[in-house]
């Protein structure tokens, strides 16, 4: 390259505009302003009842807007108003213009039930060797059997294909970046889950702690209007002031513009750990409790939530090929002679009809009472 091509390198660099750098975090202010004016939110993590896992869920093969159409009703007529929703990043790279226009469809049929999604871009938990295509048929008796990681350890383990990973994280987020339809960017579920039922997955928490930082920076790269995050989910004190935070939760708290947390723990333990959160002085969203057979129930924990203002997402909307409705023990001893005593997760059974009335007359009464008013529903005489 010769003295004049230089100039002239040097010069379109300096002219690469400042909105192409990471913006930052938000302030406190910031965010408490952008949660102010959001109702309060209520919903489920979502997949539906058709899927095993992200793949068949987002397929071409196996994309089911009508079904989603239908069950979104549903969450509609019980005051439901967000949906966490998993993505996975080899839909991507399989093909980004396909994947782009099913999000877009998918968040066409959310509009109009009145409900904005939290994405979930990056995942630890289950299957560490996820292959696109179709998928196995869900285990007799086991809880979520066919969920896969993203990215694959295979993926994580290879630097050479991180380049593909930010592809993703910037052309899915970037592609959505101004788009009010959507609440949020869950940029890595559990990111320090060992899922130790499977085997090969040797040095994983510290490569995916390095990963996610880089994700921060890429998805604040295309300078969204909504707020990125990432939950904490285990461990006792979130307190500001605990010195007993691991690495990745001070990545997670001293990154997020908006705190998100896991907890399907009995009631007083979930309260401990709102006021720990509540403490970092941002908005708090809880994105995973209710596991019945656990102590976490929707009479036990979403009171509280409302109390406190804490957005409440429970596991498990509709039974289905998930089978989260089943108990996490069932890995040990599958549920094949017998269904458990009480369902584990899920709102809906497969028809529609609640589960438990008495829930969805709950989550319908606080989501229609004004933020921080607990509404309690009157025990059948």
């Not at 790269?221 to 990745?248: C, I, K």
């Not at 209710?290 to 976490?296: E, K, Q, T």
């Not at 921080?372 to 025990?379: F, L, R």
Request: charged share 25%; glycine share 6%.
């Amino acid at each position: 390259m010769n003295r004049l091509s230089l100039l002239v390198a040097a010069a379109a660099i300096a002219l690469v505009p400042a909105t192409a750098q990471a913006r930052p975090q938000w302030t406190k202010a910031q965010a408490n302003a952008w949660y102010a004016k959001q109702p309060w939110l209520v919903g489920s993590n979502y997949i539906p009842a058709s899927a095993i896992n992200q793949f068949e869920m987002w397929q071409a093969e196996t994309w089911d807007p009508v079904r989603i159409d239908r069950e979104l009703g549903w969450a509609q007529g019980i005051g439901m108003n967000t949906m966490r929703v998993f993505l996975q990043d080899q839909l991507w790279k399989q093909d980004p213009e396909a994947f782009k226009r099913r999000i877009d469809q998918f968040l066409t049929i959310a509009a109009r039930h009145g409900i904005r999604p939290l994405f979930v871009l990056f995942d630890s938990c289950w299957d560490p060797d996820p292959k696109l295509g179709p998928q196995h048929p869900p285990i007799p008796g086991v809880h979520n059997s066919g969920w896969v990681q993203s990215p694959g350890m295979a993926e994580l383990r290879d630097k050479a294909r991180y380049g593909d990973l930010k592809a993703y994280v910037q052309g899915v987020v970037g592609a959505f970046a101004k788009d009010d339809r959507i609440l949020g960017w869950d940029l890595w579920n559990e990111p320090d889950n060992p899922a130790d039922q499977y085997k090969g997955q040797e040095g994983k928490e510290p490569l995916v702690r390095a990963l996610l930082a880089q994700v921060y920076d890429w998805a604040r790269a295309v300078d969204p209007v909504q707020p990125l995050t990432s939950g904490v989910w285990w461990h006792d004190d979130w307190a500001p002031s605990s010195t007993r935070l691991t690495p990745m939760e001070k990545l997670q708290l001293g990154e997020s513009d908006v705190i998100t947390f896991h907890d399907y723990n009995w009631p007083e333990t979930f309260e401990r750990r709102v006021k720990q959160l509540v403490a970092w002085g941002r908005p708090v969203l809880c994105t995973e409790y209710m596991a019945r057979g656990n102590g976490s129930t929707f009479d036990g924990s979403l009171p509280i939530g409302k109390k406190y203002n804490v957005a409440m997402i429970n596991w498990g909307f509709v039974d289905g090929k998930t089978q989260t409705r089943l108990p996490w023990d069932s890995w040990q001893k599958p549920y094949v002679l017998s269904e458990p005593t009480i369902w584990f997760h899920e709102v809906f059974r497969a028809d529609g009809t609640p589960y438990r009335e008495r829930e969805t007359d709950l989550i319908r009464a606080n989501a229609r009472a004004p933020k921080g008013v607990v509404a309690m529903v009157p025990s059948a005489k």
